[in-house]
């Protein structure tokens, strides 16, 4: 397992933007399929975007297609979650997760990650 910390969360106004990073442990980080969710006060965990090993294929969920953009650096072992237009409803805490894969396609499951960070929390006022 890799142990992942994220960063990069704050306040922002509607329609601005924020970057998350994820740094991983580990030297088998490109080995790796990642993943970034967000869970809302009340609400179930929901995918928001996933990436594969070699950074080759992306996935979004449809609420932020468009908006949102996952990249990784497999040098630096970070992943990165650039956020663009970002509207209230985005505001939740957004965690990142790895699983241990190099299928091309990243997979919006969340239960099969298998490691999670703590948490950043994103919060955007209207």
């Known amino acids: 397992q890799v142990q992942l910390v994220e960063s990069g969360g704050g306040l922002v106004q509607a329609g601005g933007s924020l970057r998350l990073s994820c740094a991983a442990s580990?030297?088998?980080?490109?080995?790796?399929?990642m993943g970034w969710f967000r869970q809302a006060p009340g609400k179930e965990r929901e995918f928001v975007a996933g990436i594969n090993w070699s950074g080759g294929s992306t996935y979004y969920a449809d609420s932020v297609k468009g908006r949102f953009t996952i990249s990784r650096n497999n040098v630096k072992n970070t992943v990165y979650l650039q956020m663009n237009s970002l509207k209230p409803e985005d505001t939740a805490v957004y965690y990142c997760?790895?699983?241990?894969?190099?299928?091309?396609?990243?997979?919006?499951?969340?239960?099969?990650?298998?490691?999670w960070g703590q948490g950043t929390q994103v919060t955007v006022s209207s």
């Open positions: 580990g030297r088998t980080f490109s080995s790796y399929a």
């Open positions: 997760a790895a699983r241990y894969s190099r299928s091309y396609r990243p997979e919006r499951t969340g239960d099969l990650y298998d490691s």
